[in-house]
């Protein structure tokens, strides 16, 4: 038996073929457009180019040419789309690397480059693996709040997913029309003649993708269909066993696989999830106490210092508002009441109707977002609030008291906790 890989005689599985292949390829191609045009919208979320301390790609450049000014409604909009990011990112695994191993002979082909054409396929194809794998994994990461790799997560994940997507569309370009040819020409896979075990057919000539076929492939020990079943199964094992930390009740703890399945974080008003607590911020109840707390308020050359009771003074409003974040998990409306981020701008001469961006800073020391900008129309909508209680009661240390923001259909690290100062305009 040849011993090198490079040999097509050294594969031998008969599920390899190109019907197999376009089956996977097109789920492929349908998923990862969802999942890159989600991904530009989290990042678009974060209106990084309202503000350098939004932005965690300032050389961008280009890149950043459809950013646009992220929108307050609905308010589930974050929610949903990030939930669809990442739970479809985990459900494409399976396919991923089912993929992959039905393409490893032509990784292995020799010569490497038999024409300059042939050359840059290859080339491509390096970098749509190696592409792929990075974001999978940097994801997968992230989503676990597993930080081992160097430097911003997101930097990182978005230059990738350019140079990733880049590779992907060369790759579309070349592969797609061949992979739809094969599903119409291979209606019946498993028939013997013109089938995806021996394609071409009698008298036909060989064609590019009829190298996947084993030349002599090992007795099938199940159907290409069922090969497609269990990728099937272990995308949607992965999708019942993460998705459930997007949701409340018996669901959330169906998602085993998730950091933020499973049971709620305590009981009571506070008993939704967090992902970052007082205590690892290094906030203390002596700097958050009634005695200690005030709110610094500047704009248009005014300051005004508040403290808790002095909020409790200004006209309260509610709104039934989810948090959602980065990692996919998200909680149902929680109900917050507190005074509106527009009659704080008020409060230094700007009027409701024209409030302007705002700069908000925390109390807490560390950590990415401890500074974060709002756009005017986050300021501006009414339900956007510096929230004092939530769900009927005070704020929890961990949910950000004294105050914290909370802005309808923004990711979760720009509702700030442990609000210490706003300065609203000159960004």
Known sequence: MPRSPSSPAFWRSP????WFTSVLGVVLLAGITVLFVTGLLSYAAYNPNLSAVNDKTPDKGILGFYLFSWPTGPVWLYRLTQGVHVTLGLALIPVLLA???SVLPRLFALPPARSLAHALERLSLLLLVGGALFEFTTGVLNIQLDYVFPGSFYTLHFYGAWVFIAAFVAHAVLRVPTAFRNLRRLRHPGEQG?????PAGAGEPARP???LVAPDPLPPTVSRRGALGFVGGGSLLLVATSAGHGFDGPLRDTALLAPHGGAEPG????GFQINKT????????TETSDEAWRLVVTGN???VRLSRDDLLRLPLHSAALPIACVEGWSTSDQWWRGVRLRDLAGLVGHEADAAPDVLVESLQRHGAFRVAALRDNQVRDPRSLLALFVNGADLTPDHGYPARVIVPAAPGVLNTKWVA???FGDL
Do not use: V
């Not at 009981?267 to 506070?270: H, I, T």
């Not at 007082?278 to 109840?285: D, E, M, Y």
């Open 421 to 423: 100062r706003m300065t």
């Open 99 to 101: 993929k992959l191993w």
């Open 194 to 198: 013109a089938t995806a075990s021996s």
């Open 209 to 211: 993708e009829d190298e």
């Open 15 to 18: 599920l390899r073929g190109p």
């Open 267 to 270: 009981s009571g008003p506070g």
């Open 301 to 303: 050359g005014r300051t």
């Open 278 to 285: 007082a205590a690892s911020r290094g906030i203390t109840a």
